[in-house]
């Protein structure tokens, strides 16, 4: 193993290059840094986040002794001299589930999270447990001793998904695709998607058209893009990515599906039916502000990154802010809390964007679908209460018709129905809004997977997982299609 030590900003740190037979020349490379302590590539790193970084990745380096560069991604680890300890804190987050049988298990999860800072994985948060159900919820790492302890005490069968949440985040990005650009197979940042919106509406202007339908907290510009055949008073279905911030794999799916729509249309008969005959509004990242903190500061932030007044605390969850008994039942009021509804219904700038477009497009859009992760998942209303929608027998039909055809490509199981009793009561959400507006084929996808990685998943399982969800997205347009109302 071969040793350099260069200067980067205020910090000194030696490179270590694993299986390397000669040492290189890294004084000038080109690098892509990981800017947070769990996070992704970037180089835009703020100075006060380096101390707490112990890998990197360089794209290409220099061999001067073979006076040639070298393109091909090497990972090193970095041994910080600034700090005593070369790993931060995160490296033994632990991802726990918890088997709840009744009452008393759920009272002492109450009472744990009382005592310990949790972050509910799901259910979203500690209310909104259920008995016979499974919890999973991240633990810090100085914590972990201490909530094993108080899971065995009491009792409470449990498992740990995964053992150091920092490795995990760091093996998210396994893709083999090697490019510094946007790629339909990795986790792209906000900048590149961004970008990405404006190419693919310019090279396919038959297609494909972009509109900005709002700003976020933090001034970032809302794009949709309408896919589809030109035509006049078209159907149409509504479909969004990326409420929660932490759930990459959402964004990637609406790449994916913008990506299948240009490359099938005239190849595919589906396909082609189904653009030439309805458009597609796709909404590639609701939560923007968010997304983009995840990248840069903390990667599993969920909320929004507005402020809220009287408290430091920050953001409001998008999937609470909708006005569909609204903070009525699992949700909180407190801006500290990762389910809080805000201030008011729509108060947030993104949820009116969202919600102003379909009330102005209400009579063309046909279905609305929003994708979520993980726990695979297709559900429909209701949410904010324990009813049944007026279509319920079409929905449940349509929906285990869904996943059986997304099924048939991986033999990925989901599960289905109403949304409260399926997963959980939630009010102020996105599909039953849509559903009370009158749009009569709403529906929550949650991707993969079922915990094992949980937000987390690797690059890796972005072309399945797509791949299948496309399978189920196609059966609903279909469907839709041939029940216009």
């Known amino acids: 193993m071969r040793s350099r030590r260069v200067r980067l900003s205020d910090f000194t740190f030696t490179f270590h290059f694993h299986a390397l037979e000669k040492e290189?020349?890294?004084?000038?490379?080109?690098?892509?840094?990981?800017?947070?302590?769990?996070?992704?590539?970037?180089?835009?790193?703020?100075?006060?986040?380096?101390?707490?970084?112990?890998?990197?990745?360089?794209?290409?380096?220099?061999?001067?002794?073979?006076?040639?560069?070298?393109?091909?991604?090497?990972?090193?680890?970095?041994?910080?001299?600034?700090?005593?300890?070369?790993?931060?804190?995160?490296?033994?987050?632990?991802?726990?589930?918890?088997h709840v049988e009744d009452e008393n298990h759920i009272s002492l999860l109450h009472e744990l999270a009382s005592t310990r800072q949790m972050d509910f994985w799901k259910p979203d948060?500690?209310?909104?447990?259920?008995?016979?159900?499974?919890?999973?919820?991240?633990?810090?790492?100085?914590?972990?001793?201490?909530v094993e302890d108080f899971l065995g005490q009491n009792g409470l069968r449990y498992e740990v998904l995964i053992s150091n949440l920092r490795s995990m985040?760091?093996?998210?990005?396994?893709?083999?695709?090697?490019?510094?650009?946007?790629?339909?197979?990795?986790y792209n940042n906000w900048e590149t998607i961004e970008a990405w919106t404006e190419q693919v509406a310019t090279e396919n202007p038959d297609l494909i058209s972009r509109s900005a339908i709002g700003t976020t907290f933090l001034g970032n510009t809302i794009y949709l893009l309408k896919v589809g055949k030109p035509g006049s008073n078209k159907p149409a279905i509504f479909m969004d990515c990326g409420f929660h911030a932490r759930e990459w794999i959402s964004p990637a799916f609406c790449q994916w599906f913008v990506r299948e729509a240009v490359r099938t249309y005239g190849r595919e008969i589906h396909m082609t039916e189904?653009?030439?005959?309805?458009?597609?509004?796709?909404?590639?990242?609701?939560?923007?502000?968010?997304?983009?903190?995840?990248?840069?500061?903390?990667?599993?932030?969920?909320?929004?990154?507005?402020?809220?007044?009287?408290?430091?605390?920050?953001?409001?969850d998008l999937n609470r802010n909708f006005d569909a008994g609204w903070c009525s039942i699992g949700a909180s009021n407190s801006p500290c809390a990762e389910t809080y509804c805000g201030s008011a219904a729509e108060s947030e700038k993104e949820t009116k964007a969202v919600a102003n477009f379909i009330r102005n497009h209400l009579s063309s859009i046909k279905a609305y679908l929003t994708i979520h992760s993980y726990s695979q998942m297709m559900l429909y209303p209701y949410s904010y209460a324990y009813k049944l929608p007026k279509n319920n027998v079409e929905l449940n039909?349509?929906?285990?018709?869904?996943?059986?055809?997304?099924?048939?490509?991986?033999?990925?199981?989901?599960?289905?129905?109403?949304?409260a009793s399926t997963i959980y009561p939630a009010a102020g959400g996105s599909d039953d809004w849509?559903?009370?507006?009158?749009?009569?084929?709403s529906f929550t996808f949650e991707l993969r997977d079922k915990g094992r990685y949980g937000f987390v998943l690797p690059e890796s399982q972005i072309q399945p997982t797509c791949e299948e969800t496309m399978l189920a997205i196609k059966y609903v347009t279909s469907y839709v299609l041939e029940h216009l109302y």
């Open 397 to 419: 039909t349509l929906a285990k018709g869904a996943v059986k055809e997304l099924a048939t490509l991986h033999g990925t199981a989901y599960t289905y129905g109403p949304g």
């Open 274 to 316: 189904f653009l030439d005959k309805l458009d597609f509004y796709v909404l590639p990242v609701v939560n923007i502000d968010g997304y983009i903190y995840t990248w840069t500061t903390n990667r599993m932030w969920r909320k929004t990154r507005s402020t809220n007044a009287g408290t430091t605390c920050t953001g409001t």
């Open 24 to 98: 290189m020349d890294v004084s000038e490379f080109a690098v892509s840094l990981p800017n947070s302590p769990i996070g992704p590539h970037r180089t835009d790193l703020a100075p006060e986040v380096l101390g707490e970084i112990d890998f990197l990745t360089l794209h290409s380096y220099q061999d001067n002794n073979a006076r040639k560069t070298i393109n091909q991604d090497l990972t090193v680890p970095i041994c910080n001299q600034n700090t005593e300890n070369t790993l931060d804190y995160k490296s033994s987050d632990k991802v726990f589930r918890v």
């Open 434 to 441: 849509a559903y009370d507006q009158g749009i009569k084929y």
């Open 169 to 186: 985040l760091e093996a998210q990005f396994d893709s083999r695709v090697r490019t510094t650009g946007h790629s339909y197979e990795k």
């Open 125 to 146: 948060s500690v209310t909104q447990i259920k008995p016979h159900s499974t919890v999973d919820f991240r633990v810090k790492a100085e914590d972990t001793v201490a």
